[in-house]
Each structure stands twice: as structure tokens, then as C-alpha cells.
């Protein structure tokens, strides 16, 4: 078997079955499928089994978040490459050939990044890979809703890849251990990324594997109140959490502080704004790494010593200077319009 193909899964079985026709549609038949259903309600297991009963289902007892439920994936995984889709995504019929084909190339490359391009917009970019800045902040390469002229069409190196359309090598993930079950949820695959660098293996960017993604079709179906949680809880605790671990010591001492100054501030940009439980869900997110710091250190510990290359080896093609204002205002007040330009 070449490639696993797995799938999270949470009550969103019907954009669910549209992600598993298009697979059924792709060029190669070397592949496998693999569901994790982190407890659905919408009885996801069943339905999917009887339509389709090729797929490997894995049905979890309750919603341990998708890092964990991916692991679980992996467990049983088959083939080479584990390739990871978001339940809300749609695949190009080469998607699988020319990541293999990437693959093939260059033996050094660990991870890739397929080109995510909006389901609805599907000339328009959703995700095209990212770098890390001075902030420890992630700087996208392309901006959600960017129109595609071929302006990423090269394939490069990048920081990390995004889980709603990647690949990595199946003796990769279980040489550096996977997805970290502490990320529930947000910077799990930046994480995943990260530590395959520091093994030497590199992340790249793959124009010609193109994903469709919906945007999160599980989130959309959370609880308003569990999805800000899950934003800025565990958004703010997974990054801090990130750098700990991954970075050298030099740079941790320069960057971390520059980070939490930061989400200090937001936290009280949302406190004056009257948004209270938002800003204290990222004081939270700081706090639990306070609480946290013997276990995440016995994780830095760990990775530490298993690095083959320094920062200075792999900043050069990771790393990027942002100007934070225009960040922050780009951020703020760019909206996509989906016309040509």
C-alpha cells in the first residue's frame, strides 16, 4: 500500500461522503481509507460502513480532538505516505500522483503541503503553507482568499503544512511520535512539522496536489461558546506551548517573551472591548503552560536530544521577518473579494 488517507470526523457525515467520492474518483487505486469518528451523533460509523465498505472506520467513545483521533489513524495505517484530509474537503484526481511524485524526487522531504484552494472559490487560495517570524507567529504565504494566478506554483520549501490537505512519510510520523494528543486542537500539524525539521526532514510546498477545502464542516457544527474556546484557549496555548518545546534555548529566550507580551496585550484589547471571557481564555492559555512546564519540559527534553539540526541550519528556510503592524492591520481589515485581478 502507498497511501493511508485519514480522515477526522465529527457529526459532519455529509460533506464527509462528498470528501470520500472524490477520493473514489482519483486517478490511482494505491491507497487506503481510513475514517476516525470522534464520537459522532449524527450516526457517521454505521451509515459510512454500509455505503462504503472498503473504508477502515475507527469509532472513538468520546471527542478526544483531531490530533489524537489522527494518531489512532496512523495506528493502523498501511501505506508509505499518511495522508491527512479534513472531513470538508474535496480532492484533485492528481492530488495523490503528484505528491508521490514529489516524494519520489527528494528523499529529504518529510512533510508536504497539497495547495488548499476554497471549495466554493476554487480559484481562490485558502492555505499555500506558511514560515515562522520574529514573533513566533506563523506568516502565511498566501492570503485566505487570494485569487491564484500561479503566483505559488513553484515547489519550496515552508515552515509547516495544515492538516486539511497533507502528506507526510509513514517513518517519519512514528520516528518523531506523531501528533501531540496535548494540542486538542490548533498548531497540532505546525507542531508535527516543526520536530520533523529538527530530524531532518523538510517540509514542502506541492502546487500540483490540490485540495478543495470547505472550511472546517465539523467546527461549524460546535457549540459557539466550545468553538471560542477552542480558538483562543487552545490557539494561545498551543503556540506558546510550540515554541517551548522546539525551539533552541538562544532563540526560545528571544522569541517567547515577544509572544507573550503580545497575547498579554490582545487579552486586553478584548477585556476593553467588553469581549471578558475571550480575553480570559488567553490569560488561560498562558497559564496552562505555567502549569504545565515539568511535562512540557520532559517533551523539550526529549526533542532536544533527538535534533539533528540546529536553528541556525533551518531558519534560512523556515524563518521570515514580518512587520508586525501591517500583520495585525492586514489581518484586521482585509477582506477577500473573490474578483479577478
Given amino acids: ?103 519520489t524526487k527528494n528523499p529529504k522531504i518529510g512533510c508536504l503541503q497539497s495547495k488548499l484552494l476554497l471549495i466554493n472559490h476554487p480559484r481562490y487560495f485558502d492555505y499555500a503553507g506558511d514560515y515562522l517570524n520574529q514573533f513566533g507567529l506563523l506568516s502565511h504565504r498566501a492570503t485566505y482568499g487570494d485569487f491564484d494566478h500561479g503566483q505559488h506554483d513553484k515547489e519550496v520549501p515552508i515552515f509547516a503544512a495544515k492538516s486539511a490537505g497533507m502528506f507526510i512519510r509513514k ?35 506541492c502546487p500540483k496536489s490540490i485540495v478543495y477545502h470547505g472550511f472546517s464542516g465539523s467546527f461549524k457544527l460546535l457549540n459557539k461558546n466550545f468553538a471560542t474556546y477552542n480558538l483562543r484557549f487552545h490557539g494561545t496555548k498551543n503556540y506558546i506551548l510550540s515554541l517551548i518545546k522546539n525551539l533552541e534555548t538562544t532563540n526560545l529566550l528571544k522569541i517567547l517573551p515577544r509572544q507573550i507580551t503580545i497575547y498579554f496585550f490582545f487579552s486586553l484589547y478584548l477585556f476593553i472591548t467588553g469581549k471578558f471571557n475571550e480575553s480570559f481564555l488567553i490569560i488561560k492559555g498562558i497559564l496552562w503552560n505555567l502549569s504545565s512546564l515539568k511535562s512540557t519540559k520532559l517533551k523539550r527534553k526529549h526533542i532536544q536530544q533527538q535534533r539533528v539540526c540546529s536553528d541556525k541550519e533551518i531558519f534560512p528556510y523556515i524563518f521570515v521577518h514580518e512587520n508586525l503592524i501591517a500583520k495585525i492591520r492586514k489581518s484586521i481589515f482585509l477582506k477577500p473579494s473573490f474578483n479577478e485581478k
Fill in 1 to 103: 500500500m502507498e497511501v493511508s488517507i485519514i480522515i477526522v470526523n465529527y457529526n459532519g457525515r455529509k460533506v464527509l461522503e462528498a470528501c470520500l467520492q472524490s477520493i473514489l474518483k482519483i486517478k490511482t487505486r494505491n491507497y487506503e481509507i481510513i475514517v476516525v469518528d470522534n464520537a459522532s451523533t449524527d450516526n457517521t460509523s454505521s451509515i459510512i460502513q454500509k455505503k462504503y465498505p472498503q473504508i477502515k472506520i475507527i469509532t472513538l467513545t468520546d471527542n478526544f480532538g483531531p490530533s489524537y483521533a489522527r494518531n489512532q489513524g496512523a495506528k493502523i495505517a498501511s501505506g508509505r505516505y499518511l495522508a491527512f484530509l479534513d472531513n470538508d474537503t474535496k480532492v484533485d484526481k492528481n492530488w495523490l500522483i503528484a505528491a508521490n511524485s514529489l516524494f
Fill in 171 to 205: 517513518k517519519v510520523f512514528d520516528q518523531i511520535g506523531g501528533f501531540d494528543p496535548d494540542y486538542f486542537i490548533y498548531m497540532e500539524e505546525t507542531d508535527l512539522c516543526w520536530r520533523a525539521w529538527l530530524s531532518g526532514y523538510q517540509t514542502f510546498f
